[in-house]
Each structure stands twice: as structure tokens, then as C-alpha cells.
T-cell receptor, first 112, second 110 residues
Framework: EPEVTQTPSHQVTQMGQEVILRCVPI?????FYWYRQILGQKVEFLVS????????KSEIFDDQFSVERPDGSNFTLKIRSTKLEDSAMYFC??????????FGPGTRLTVT | GIQVEQSPPDLILQEGANSTLRCNFS?????LQWFHQNPWGQLINLFY???GTKQNGRLSATTVATERYSLLYISSSQTTDSGVYFC????????????FGKGITLSVRP
């Protein structure tokens, strides 16, 4: 069964450093998403991406964040200058609406 | 935006017991999904159920879209069912983003 994959599974970085989280969506899906979950809290939408552009973003997704589909398979989330409060689990998801979204296993980001 | 309320917030069961988890939402939706978050933090798709009833083994779910709620039933619970259960909805016209509830923490004791 096709699945969404994410790398790395765990990333530790120092405050102020740039990080890139990588995702490979399901191959025939055209809509991609990033969500995040701060420890112990609910999952929150960050951004959706379709046709090589952002289709919607939340208020969390400020200028420090960017997304890119650099080739036909990868979908990346970049945080330019990490803050302590960026520590969270980051999930990538993909779908072909109107069907269900499939989530990757997540990247646990720890900012020290 | 849409509100998603899950109840109860916490649930403790003895192995073998049955349970019902509820999700209420405040507006019409295109999509509703139930997830199980395992101890490693992974979100496991349980059901895609914008309306109607589905069953998968010991789990079943029902969504009554006109009354804006969904129920997840777990029968003959096992310790491996422990974890957090999330309901997530896609509001009409929301460009397919999901809004999650706060989750229900289930603990199944042997």
C-alpha cells in the first residue's frame, strides 16, 4: 500500500539554525500539507500546497517558514531561524480530494 | 472557524470492555477522519467517514452529518488500543485542510 514518508524521524537543532524537513507524498496525489503538533496538544494545520504554490496557510506559518516541491517527488518544509517554540512533531500529508488525507510518520523537531 | 469537540477527554477501560468516543463539530463538513496516535506519535488512519457507518474489525464509526457528530466504537478493547484518538474535519469550502479536535486519551488496562 502506498504511503507518505518523512525524513528525518528526529532532528535536533540549535536555536537560530535553519532546518529542512522532507516528505515524499503518495505518487499520484496532487495536494500536500504540513501540520504540526506541539507535545501534548492537538494537531494544527500549517500550510497546503497545490499546483506548485501555497493554496492556504495558517497564522502559524509566518515568514520563517517556507515550502517547496523541488522535484517530482519531494515536498519540503524549511524553517529559516528556529526558535524554542518550534519544537514539535511535524506531519506531512497528501491527498487527492475529496478523499482522505494520508499522513506520514512525522519528524520530531527539538530546538535547544 | 469550525469547532471540533471530542468527549470524553480521558477514558480508562479494562481489557475486553467496549467504548464509544464522540466527536461534535460546529459546521457542515466535506470530510471527517478518525485517527489513532500510537505511542511513537504516528497518526494512524482509522476511518474516512464524512457520513454513514463503516466497520473495520473491532472498530466501527458512524457520522450523522446533519446532526454534526461522529462516533467511534471500540469493542473488546485490547491494551494495544491505548493511545490518543483524534477526530479531524474538513469544513465546506476549506480547501481541504483538516481541523483536529483535542483528542481522547484511551488507556486500556490488562
Amino acid at each position: 500500500e502506498p504511503e507518505v514518508t518523512q525524513t528525518p524521524s528526529h532532528q535536533v537543532t540549535q536555536m537560530g539554525q535553519e532546518v529542512i524537513l522532507r516528505c515524499v507524498p503518495i505518487s499520484n496525489h496532487l495536494y500536500f500539507y504540513w501540520y504540526r503538533q506541539i507535545l501534548g496538544q492537538k494537531v494544527e494545520f500549517l500550510v497546503s500546497f497545490y499546483n506548485n504554490e501555497i493554496s492556504e496557510k495558517s497564522e502559524i506559518f509566518d515568514d520563517q517558514f517556507s515550502v517547496e516541491r523541488p522535484d517530482g517527488s519531494n515536498f519540503t518544509l524549511k524553517i529559516r531561524s528556529t526558535k524554542l517554540e518550534d519544537s514539535a512533531m511535524y506531519f506531512c500529508a497528501s491527498t487527492e480530494p475529496p478523499y482522505e488525507q494520508y499522513f506520514g510518520p512525522g519528524t520530531r523537531l527539538t530546538v535547544t | 472557524g469550525i469547532q471540533v469537540e471530542q468527549s470524553p477527554p480521558d477514558l480508562i477501560l479494562q481489557e475486553g470492555a467496549n467504548s464509544t468516543l464522540r466527536c461534535n463539530f460546529s459546521d457542515s463538513v466535506n470530510n471527517l477522519q478518525w485517527f489513532h496516535q500510537n505511542p511513537w506519535g504516528q497518526l494512524i488512519n482509522l476511518f474516512y467517514i464524512p457520513s454513514g457507518t463503516k466497520q473495520n474489525g473491532r472498530l466501527s464509526a458512524t457520522t450523522v452529518a446533519t446532526e454534526r457528530y461522529s462516533l467511534l466504537y471500540i469493542s473488546s478493547s485490547q491494551t494495544t488500543d491505548s493511545g490518543v484518538y483524534f477526530c479531524a474535519v474538513e469544513p465546506l469550502g476549506a480547501n481541504s485542510k483538516l481541523t483536529f479536535g483535542k483528542g481522547i486519551t484511551l488507556s486500556v488496562r490488562p
